[in-house]
């Protein structure tokens, strides 16, 4: 059975494959590294001539020339140390730089299905934990490497030439050492992956406590916070003890069996030396090249530990950089109109049917409005359009053409979205409003949208205006104003598709009238998708449609639908406001 297993191995290539790019620094780092392994062995031959002399002598020239040549020794040992310690450090900060960079490309193109499954906490334990620890892979454990396996190799050069007899009775011990450090790898590696998983939990429970701080205060929920944090806490605290006394017990365990092997050979050496084999300063050589020995020894054992934690840190993050992007092998970049269709679509969320067989024709230019009670699927039908989900059936069409013919850069850029949920960034008005695609943005346009959309309302009152930061995910500004931000984006992008999720949800009555005339001059001229349960929003439609339990059950106008008396009506009796979405 082989040391390494593929699987490892592979891991470990493409990791290593990361340096490529910084090959001559790390190879620097490298040269220096071995250069001061290759100086170990110079100490013991330098107290070997002392001992073999009469120390009668001692005040000859070449006795007085040994201490200047230990200092310069260990000028030359420091200067090399910092240069491969600097190198390697400024390797596996690019390195990191790289792996975040590589795992941030890959996470803003996942699907929305993939953050649907995962938490933000674990994510961002990625980009933080793991990648620490894959660090720790390539710089600790390559130094401890290639620094201390030189030494060991230098080491057993020179003992081999003084005595190769008894050096070559170390290498018998080579098997066992090998063998004790595969079986304790394997459960380290185990130990390591339940560690990462406890740090995702940690940081799940701190981003949930943060981002529902007035939840937990209104509802007394701080024991119960407590004892999630408590429990994650806890875990990670047991699985990073059982990876350290695994480690810990690997390191007593081979620095043993070195220790019986040294021990054995100081044994034949003192014969060899009685017998006149050996002389003293060749003795005192020995012994002392052979005590060198332990402490590389002890550090290559011990950072098995960190090459363990590194790969399962490794076998994350590469996870994350593999995970499948959206799909995005559509060619067509013609202008969009704005035509719609649905034929037939069916969506699924596991065995919970979102849609079952919708079709819906909406015409360029046409708003229609989508009611229902909540979860009755009208935000998954939207969501088709941007093509934020895949229907599981059917076919979704935007000119005849289905969606997935459709570039992303091309589909996307002819919808503006405004959600009930509005994500701001923790930049300032501006730069919340000119965002993305939308930097480039003449400055009168900025401004124009601001005014439309009533965000000038506010954001003149503050004292810097619309360079005012918003917070994180705009905690600075209340909801309407939020919701005012994201319609003046809307309004900046001037797309032919406008989908209104619930985007006057948090207004009040007085801003909602102002945003809802802002909003009736977007909407013309545009195809409109808008979820509303405002009866002012709804009455201006051209068309009304009714979805329930993932079915278009009703489609006319205001007036036509009241005087049919089904779905639309009886919501409608029962009290819009409070009974739609």
Known sequence: MPLVDPHTRDLYQRLLSYLRPYWRIFALSVLAMVALAA?????????????????????????????????????LRGALSYVGTVALAWVSQRTMADLRSAMFGTLARLPASFFDLRSAGELI??????????????????????????????????????????????????????????RVSQRMRRMSRRLQESVGDINQVAEEAVRGQREIKVFDGYAW?????????????????????????????????????????????????????????DFIAFVTATALLLPPVKRLAGANEFVQRGLAASESVFALIDSAREDD??????????????????????????????????RAGETVALVGRSGGGKTTLVNLVPRFYAAAS?????????????????????????????????????????????????????????ERAQVMAFAGQLPEGLDTRVGDNGMRLSGGQRQRVAIARALLKDAPILILDEATAALDNEAERLVQEAVNTL???????????????????????????????E??????????????????????????A
């Open 39 to 75: 100086t170990e062995w110079m100490l013991p031959a330098l107290l070997k001539p002392l001992i073999d002399e009469d120390f009668d002598l001692a005040a000859s020239r070449q006795a007085h020339l040994t201490p200047v040549l230990l200092v310069g020794l260990f000028l």
């Open 125 to 182: 334990s990625k980009f933080t934990f793991d990648v620490t620890q894959v660090s720790q892979a390539t710089t600790r454990v390559i130094s401890v490497l290639v620094k201390d396996s030189a030494v060991v190799v230098v080491l057993l050069v020179y003992l081999l030439w003084l005595n190769w007899r008894l050096a070559a009775f170390l290498l018998l011990f080579g098997p066992p050492i090998a063998w004790v450090v595969r």
């Open 225 to 281: 916070e407590i004892e999630r944090f408590d429990r994650a806490n806890h875990d990670a605290r047991k699985f990073h003890m059982k990876v350290v006394r695994t480690s810990a017990m690997l390191v007593p365990v081979i620095q043993l069996i070195v220790a019986v092997g040294i021990a054995v050979m100081i044994v034949f050496a003192l014969e060899q030396a009685g017998g006149g084999g050996m002389t003293r300063g």
């Open 329 to 362: 092998h559509g060619g067509v970049t013609a202008p969009i109109r704005g035509d719609i269709r649905f034929e037939d679509v069916s969506v699924r969320y596991g065995q919970a049917v979102a849609l079952d067989g919708v079709s819906l024709d909406i």
């Open 394 to 450: 059917g076919r979704v069409l935007v000119d005849g053409k289905p969606v997935e013919d459709y570039t992303l850069a091309a589909l996307r850029g002819a919808i503006a979205y405004v959600g009930q949920n509005v994500v701001l960034f923790n930049a300032s008005i501006y730069d919340n409003i000119a965002y993305g695609g939308l930097r480039g943005a003449p400055r009168e346009a900025v401004l124009d949208a601001a």
């Open 523 to 553: 909407r013309r001229g545009r195809t409109s998708l808008v979820v509303a349960h405002r009866l002012s929003t709804i009455e201006q439609a051209d068309r009304i449609v009714v979805v329930e339990t993932g079915q278009v059950v």
């Open 555 to 580: 489609s006319g106008t205001h007036a036509e639908l009241l005087a049919a008396g089904g779905a639309y009506a009886r919501l409608y009796a029962a009290g819009f406001e409070g009974e739609v």
